[in-house]
Every structure is written in structure tokens, then in C-alpha cells.
């Protein structure tokens, strides 16, 4: 087992003292690493990938909130609607419609983050400014009940160049600040989700109220994720 539980509490102390969510990112490791965290007294979870989310849950502890984190198909967002906490990575109209239905079906209001693409690179997903402008624009007259959009979450580019990262949280952080009012209207913690174990001291500095961490917490990953 790999969990650095020294590093997993500094950063927990760090973080708590300047108000800041920490999500630890578990991504392809086993219950067992998450359970050793749970008993840290750590809360916030997070996966990529539905299937795996869904069967970790099974086996874990219900006081859990798990966060999705990855790329949401609109055809599995029923499997994660009982449960699931906060969904980060909403980029379109129709999967915010998709979660208000299952989120109706299963009596409850689900917390969603839209995402922003504010990295230089292609592949990364997320709304430019102007289609984020049109969903928001259109969330009040939908009236969708069984969701809350409480905030955005983002991705730096994948660099060593701290300075074009942090340009790249200060641009969200803008952005999120111009649509605060609209974002967090019908709900309260509005929530900024950035930073991971690269950058996270600087999308703390920079305004985040939501860290997603994994290897600094559970070691390295391997193969492509
Ligand atoms: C994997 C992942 C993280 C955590 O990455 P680390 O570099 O291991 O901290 C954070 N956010 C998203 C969306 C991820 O997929």
C-alpha cells in the first residue's frame, strides 16, 4: 500500500486552515488505500470513471460523498444519481439535462460544476467562454429543479511552466468571479474547483476553493491516467 499519510495530513491541515476542499483523487487505486484515508477522517473522494466509482461505493463506507471527476456520458448518469455528490466536469446543456432527470427519478438535488477548458491544449475537455455563457443564460428559464449549478472547475495545461499555469487559473478565476451571482444564485457554497498534486498551491493562491489530489496522496499511478 502506497498512501502517504504524513503528506495526506500536512496538506489536509494546510488546506483546512485556508477553508479549501480536498478531494482526494482515487482513481484506479484500491478500497483498501480509501479506507486507510476514511479513517484519517477523510470525506471527500474522487473517480474518473463510472464503472469503478459505482463499485467502489458498493464496498465502502455510505458516509463517503463521492465526487465524479471524469468525462460523464449522459447514458451513465443514472448509475451514479443515487449518490453521487458533486459532479466536476459538466461541458453541455444536454448532460445538464440528463442529470436533472435522474436526479428527479431519485428525489434529489445534484450538485454540479461546469467546466471550463483553459488549457492550451486541444485534447482537454470543457466550454469555451461563450458556450459557458449561453448555458448559464438559459439555466433560470429551464427551471431544472433537481440540479444546483454551485460553481466551474478547470485544468491547467500539462507543463512545467508554473507561470502559464497560474495565468490559466487567474483567467478562471476571473471567469467565475463574473458569473458568481448567476452560478450560485439557488445555491450557496459556491465552489471553484482547481489545482491537483502539480498545482494545487498555486490554484489555492489563486482563488480555488476545491483541490482534487491523487499521487500526492496515494503514490504514482501507472498506465495513462
Ligand atoms: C487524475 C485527476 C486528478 C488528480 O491528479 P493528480 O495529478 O494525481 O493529483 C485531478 N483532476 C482530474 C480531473 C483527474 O482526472
Not at 498512501?3 to 495526506?8: D, I, M
Not at 491541515?13 to 484519517?40: F, G, Q
Not at 485534447?123 to 433537481?146: C, R
Amino acid at each position: 500500500m502506497s498512501v502517504n499519510k504524513e503528506t495526506f495530513q500536512q496538506i489536509k491541515a494546510e488546506l483546512d486552515s485556508k477553508h479549501v476542499t480536498l478531494v482526494a483523487v482515487s482513481k484506479t487505486k484500491p478500497v483498501e488505500d480509501i479506507l486507510e484515508l476514511y479513517n484519517l477522517g477523510q470525506r471527500d473522494f474522487g473517480e474518473n470513471y463510472v464503472q469503478e466509482l459505482v463499485n467502489k461505493a458498493a464496498q465502502l463506507p455510505k458516509g463517503i460523498y463521492w465526487h465524479f471527476i471524469g468525462h460523464l456520458q449522459t447514458n451513465k448518469v443514472k448509475l451514479i444519481a443515487p449518490f453521487v455528490q458533486l459532479i466536476h466536469g459538466v461541458d453541455s446543456l444536454k448532460l445538464l439535462k440528463e442529470i436533472n432527470k435522474e436526479g428527479e427519478k431519485n428525489n434529489r438535488v445534484i450538485d454540479c460544476l461546469l467546466q471550463v477548458h483553459i488549457a492550451q491544449e486541444e485534447t482537454k475537455f470543457g466550454l469555451d467562454e461563450e458556450e459557458l455563457n449561453l448555458i448559464i443564460t438559459q439555466l433560470d428559464n429551464l427551471k431544472m429543479a433537481n440540479i444546483r449549478v454551485c460553481g466551474l472547475m478547470g485544468m491547467a495545461s500539462f507543463t512545467e511552466n508554473m507561470n502559464q499555469v497560474r495565468e490559466e487559473f487567474k483567467k478562471l478565476k476571473a471567469i467565475f468571479n463574473h458569473q458568481a451571482e448567476l452560478i450560485t444564485r439557488n445555491s450557496k457554497p459556491e465552489a471553484l474547483s482547481i489545482g491537483m498534486s502539480s498545482d494545487y498551491t498555486i490554484a489555492v493562491e489563486e482563488g480555488s476553493t476545491m483541490v482534487r489530489i491523487g499521487s500526492l496522496l496515494f503514490g504514482e499511478r501507472h498506465g495513462k491516467q
